[in-house]
């Protein structure tokens, strides 16, 4: 394949209006899929998205084989390591997630002390528990949520176009769909927990995606969206180069009032939000901006070791704060269905 993708002109679907922006137009940095994609900005709500747009029965030629999320490998489960950290990690799970399952009343104060310390990481990567523990991840590529999920208690299935990765996703669930997620023959409020971790920004009708998703889940359910953040200080420090971008793959760049805005529209509210920033996200960006300024050396050299090394330091220091100003690289919300069935 040596030509660009073809492509179709489609207006807001946040809010239908057809006038736009341009803001920025990059070829493909990750995996060279031919072409010039260009980003605009919705002249109503200030939506950010992918026009003209890669026609959907293209879309799968935007991904290689190789696809990382395809093919991620054993799932990192918090229940691993030594016995201590063990019983740290399933205290800090019923502490902060709501895992009674795991409550044992006989820990002792130091294990309480470690598991303080690893709540805040554990929310990342383990859903909090909700109902009966039905638990659906939308866009599961190989299978890696499906498999903290499932080492955690839950009963798992899961959604994947990519047919390699939901042979992976089997090892998890006979309940897999691979396909469509409009077409998942779920039928609503069969779940507690849906997740869609970096998937809504691939998909060419989020508002439907998240519509249906909260369809799906049952009363007192919690959907969990994630999505690179393009409202964010990566975003604004390195415009066109910014790693989130990943064109032509993604066709919508949320902030989090135009995810909120679709959300919205989707008949949910969010709940709560949070921010992501690792180093990186910004390394990466910084090489891209670099090269596109022709400085190819110094790009060079910033990926190099030593100085990768120091960048990476000097960044792990500032990420805090950049959490705190809630101006991350990735936006992660909780979001609930607004009528109660
Ligand atoms: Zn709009």
């Not at 054993?74 to 990690?89: F, M, W, Y």
């Not at 399952?101 to 528990?129: E, G, N």
Request: net charge positive.
């Amino acid at each position: 394949m040596t030509s660009a993708l073809p492509t179709v002109e489609a207006p807001c679907f946040v809010c239908g209006e057809d006038r736009a922006d341009r803001v920025w137009a990059t070829p493909d940095r990750a995996f060279a899929v031919p072409g010039l994609y260009t980003v605009v900005r919705c002249r109503r709500c200030g939506f950010l998205y992918q026009r003209p747009r890669v026609r959907d029965e293209h879309l799968a030629a935007c991904y290689p084989d190789h696809y990382p999320r395809h093919q991620e490998p054993s799932p990192r489960t918090p229940l691993k390591g030594s016995r201590g950290r063990q019983r740290a990690a399933r205290w800090a799970l019923a502490q902060g997630l709501g895992y009674e399952a795991f409550r044992d009343p006989r820990v002792s104060l130091l294990t309480k002390l470690r598991a303080r310390r690893l709540v805040r990481r554990i929310r990342w990567s383990c859903p909090p528990w909700i109902g009966a523990g039905r638990y659906l991840d939308v866009g599961c590529g190989s299978g890696g949520s499906l498999g903290v999920a499932r080492a955690l208690g839950w009963r798992v299935a899961g959604i994947e176009m990519d047919d390699a990765a939901a042979t992976l996703a089997r090892r998890f669930t006979d309940e897999l769909h691979v396909g469509d997620i409009l077409t998942a023959p779920f039928v609503p409020g069969r779940f507690d927990v849906v997740t869609a971790f970096h998937v809504l920004e691939h998909v060419p009708d989020p508002v439907a995606v998240a519509r249906r998703m909260l369809e799906w889940l049952a009363p007192g359910g919690l959907l969990i969206v994630e999505v690179p953040n393009a409202g964010g200080w990566g975003a604004r420090l390195f415009g066109g180069a910014w790693a989130g971008l990943e064109l032509p793959r993604h066709l919508s760049h949320f902030t989090p009032a135009t995810l909120e805005a679709v959300i919205e529209k989707a008949g949910g509210r969010v709940v709560w939000a949070w921010h992501q920033a690792k180093p990186r996200t910004y390394l990466w960006s910084l090489s891209a901006w670099l090269r596109d300024r022709g400085h190819d050396r110094l790009a060079t050299l910033a990926e190099r070791r030593p100085v990768y090394g120091v960048l990476k330091l000097g960044l792990e220091i500032v990420m805090p704060l950049v959490r705190l100003a809630r101006h991350g690289e990735a936006i992660r919300i909780g979001a609930v269905p607004n009528r109660p069935r």
